[in-house]
């Protein structure tokens, strides 16, 4: 599976870059990561 940002997306692929870094790294909770890039955590 591949995942390609499309024209309507909250986050590009450096975006979401960013969010995996704080998740794995800086092990934040999805719920803050969510909020932080004001986008769904589902």
């Not at 692929?13 to 990561?33: E, I, N, P, T, Y």
Request: proline fraction near 0%; charge should be positive; glycine fraction near 10%.
């Amino acid at each position: 599976m591949s995942y390609v940002a499309h024209a309507h997306a909250g986050l590009n692929s450096v975006g979401w870059l960013k969010l995996v870094q704080l998740v794995v790294d800086q092990g934040w909770m999805h719920a803050r990561v969510a909020q932080r890039f004001q986008v769904n955590r589902g």
